[in-house]
C-alpha cells in the first residue's frame, strides 16, 4: 500500500510539472485539494509508511505506522500550504497591474523625449518600478528628470504631457 501511495504521489508531481498549470487548480473550493498539496501528502505518506514499517510488528504496529503516516502527510501538506503555496500566491497577485490604471499617474523622465519623438518614463507601481517608451502628448520635447502625467496609452507608448 505505501508503494501504490509513494508512486502515486512522485507519479503526480512529476505529470504536475510537465503540465505546469495543473497545480494550480483548487478542487471544489478547498486548499488542500490542489494537486500538488495532494501529491505531497501521497509521496510524504508513503515514503513514511516505507521507512516505518520495519520498526513495527503486528497489527497493532501497522496501525501506528498507518496513523504516524498520514499524520506526517497530512502535517507536511498543510505547512506547505500556508507558509510557501499562500505566500508566493499573494506575492504573484500584487506584482502585476493593469496599464490603464496608470492613467494620471505621475512618472519621471529617465531619457528625453526629444520634440515629435520617443524617449523612456519610470514609474512606481504595485511595489514594482516600471520603465517603457514615452511620447509627448503635444508632440513637445521634455528633459529628462522632468516629472510627467501619463495620459494614454497606445500598444506599449505612454502618452506623457508636463507636469
Given amino acids: 500500500m505505501y508503494f501504490i501511495f509513494f508512486g502515486v504521489g512522485v507519479g503526480f508531481i512529476a505529470i504536475s510539472l510537465l503540465?505546469?498549470?495543473?497545480?494550480?487548480?483548487?478542487?471544489g473550493g478547498f486548499a488542500f485539494f490542489k494537486p500538488v498539496l495532494i501529491s505531497v501528502f501521497l509521496t510524504?505518506?508513503?515514503?513514511?509508511?516505507l521507512l516505518l514499517t520495519p520498526r513495527f510488528y503486528g497489527t497493532m504496529g501497522s496501525v501506528i505506522v498507518l496513523?504516524?503516516?498520514?499524520?506526517?502527510?497530512?502535517?507536511?501538506?498543510?505547512l506547505?500550504?500556508?507558509?510557501?503555496?499562500k505566500p508566493l500566491?499573494?506575492?504573484?497577485?500584487?506584482?502585476?497591474?493593469?496599464?490603464m490604471d496608470t492613467i494620471g499617474q505621475i512618472a519621471?523622465?529617465?531619457?528625453?523625449i526629444p520634440q515629435g519623438?520617443?524617449?523612456?518614463?519610470?514609474?512606481?507601481?504595485s511595489g514594482s518600478l516600471v520603465t517603457s517608451p514615452a511620447?509627448?502628448?503635444?508632440?513637445d520635447a521634455i528633459s529628462k528628470g522632468e516629472d510627467v502625467e501619463i495620459t494614454q496609452i497606445e500598444g506599449n507608448t505612454y502618452f506623457v504631457k508636463k507636469q
Wanted: aromatic letters at 12%.
Fill in 135 to 139: 511620447k509627448s502628448e503635444g508632440g
Fill in 44 to 49: 510524504v505518506t508513503g515514503g513514511m509508511g
Fill in 67 to 78: 496513523a504516524i503516516s498520514f499524520l506526517g502527510g497530512f502535517l507536511l501538506a498543510t
Fill in 80 to 85: 506547505l500550504n500556508y507558509f510557501v503555496i
Fill in 117 to 125: 519623438g520617443y524617449g523612456k518614463i519610470s514609474f512606481s507601481i
Fill in 19 to 27: 503540465l505546469g498549470g495543473l497545480a494550480d487548480t483548487n478542487v
Fill in 108 to 112: 519621471k523622465v529617465i531619457s528625453p
Fill in 89 to 99: 500566491h499573494r506575492a504573484q497577485n500584487t506584482s502585476t497591474f493593469n496599464k
